[in-house]
């Protein structure tokens, strides 16, 4: 693709991706809660879904996507359940200082999950995949290697920008993190984990 068709490109995506929603609100709430580091599988997530989105568009999937809503729909409340269940366990996590809990078991892939079923679900996604992308890219002209380009620039933007979110929440969790504030943080990012999945569900 010619540089300035990607540049336009990366300004309307960045702009996208950095705008607030479920997404941001999710990664915010869960490095508040554990940290940069265990936040990290649930951005992969959220960068996988959007690549989904991204072929189901490009290869001309979209109506057919629209067709079985019923398997995004189930996609949808599995991601809000599970963001739910990531909400209880910040709201019961001891009023501990900083130091992060010993990773769990499989702790990584259910991120991973987590973050998929969010994006598949997620409305400003969905508006921008279907109704923005196709307005700034020529789909049916798009080759090979412009689609591996802009995979790149999807793959560097979006997980860069999510992980700049997350690095400036743990900052902020640092700075509080005496037991008694992170008692507060805890039960904060729980709620507001909480309140993101009651929003994917209810859209």
Same mark, same amino acid.
């Given at each position: 693709?010619?540089?300035?068709?990607?540049?336009?490109?990366?300004?309307?995506?960045?702009?996208?991706?950095?705008?607030?929603?479920?997404?941001?609100?999710?990664?915010?709430?869960?490095?508040?809660?554990?940290?940069?580091?265990?936040?990290?599988?649930?951005?992969? $997530?959220?960068?996988?879904?959007? @690549?989904?989105?991204?072929?189901?568009? #490009?290869?001309? /999937? !979209?109506? *057919?996507? +629209?067709?079985?809503?019923?398997?995004?729909?189930?996609?949808?409340?599995?991601?809000?359940?599970?963001?739910?269940?990531?909400?209880?366990?910040?709201?019961?996590?001891?009023?501990?200082?900083?130091?992060?809990?010993?990773?769990?078991?499989?702790?990584?892939?259910?991120?991973?999950? $987590?973050?998929?079923?969010?994006? @598949?679900?997620?409305?400003?996604?969905? #508006?921008?995949? /279907? !109704?923005? *992308?196709? +307005?700034?890219?020529?789909?049916?002209?798009?080759?090979?290697?412009?689609?591996?380009?802009?995979?790149?620039?999807?793959?560097?933007?979006?997980?860069?920008?999510?992980?700049?979110?997350?690095?400036?929440?743990?900052?902020?969790?640092?700075?509080?993190?005496?037991?008694?504030?992170?008692?507060?943080?805890?039960?904060?990012?729980?709620?507001?984990?909480?309140? #993101?999945?009651?929003?994917?569900?209810?859209?």
């Amino acid at each position: 693709m010619e540089l300035t068709a990607l540049m336009i490109f990366v300004g309307i995506y960045a702009v996208a991706v950095a705008s607030p929603g479920p997404g941001v609100a999710a990664v915010v709430a869960r490095a508040m809660g554990s940290g940069t580091r265990r936040t990290l599988p649930f951005i992969a $997530g959220i960068v996988i879904g959007d @690549l989904v989105w991204f072929a189901l568009v #490009v290869g001309g /999937l !979209a109506v *057919l996507a +629209q067709s079985f809503q019923i398997v995004f729909t189930i996609i949808k409340y599995a991601g809000a359940a599970y963001l739910l269940y990531l909400a209880w366990k910040l709201w019961r996590a001891p009023a501990e200082g900083i130091d992060e809990q010993p990773q769990i078991k499989g702790e990584g892939f259910k991120l991973v999950l $987590g973050g998929l079923g969010l994006t @598949l679900g997620n409305p400003k996604t969905m #508006v921008f995949f /279907l !109704a923005i *992308l196709p +307005q700034v890219i020529p789909l049916q002209a798009v080759t090979p290697l412009a689609i591996v380009e802009l995979c790149a620039i999807m793959v560097v933007v979006l997980g860069g920008i999510m992980t700049g979110y997350a690095m400036l929440a743990d900052s902020a969790r640092r700075f509080i993190a005496t037991p008694e504030r992170m008692r507060t943080v805890n039960r904060a990012t729980g709620g507001l984990m909480a309140g #993101v999945a009651v929003a994917v569900a209810a859209r």
